[in-house]
């Protein structure tokens, strides 16, 4: 399940999640937005919060748009 299904399926807000495993409340939403790829160490805390319900295959998905780019893609776009 991803992390953001389910913060909302357990209704915490990014700021208690991020108090539960230790980060701010920025860094869990640049999380769910797919911006930051949490380390081994904050997944295990990711893992043991959700108990289970999260895991490492969820933050790693092909169809997670890439949110860093090269200025060739984006030229490339504007055309």
Known sequence: MKLKEYL??????????GKMIGVSQP???????GIRIP??????RIIE???GEVNVG???NHDTP???????DKKTENT
Do not use: A, Y
């Open 8 to 17: 909302e399926k357990q209704s915490i807000t990014h700021k208690n999640f």
């Open 66 to 72: 890439s949110k860093q780019r090269s200025e060739k």
């Open 58 to 60: 969820d933050f790693f």
């Open 27 to 33: 860094f869990v939403t640049c999380m769910v937005s």
């Open 49 to 51: 919060s959700t108990n």
């Open 39 to 44: 380390s081994l160490t904050l997944m295990q």
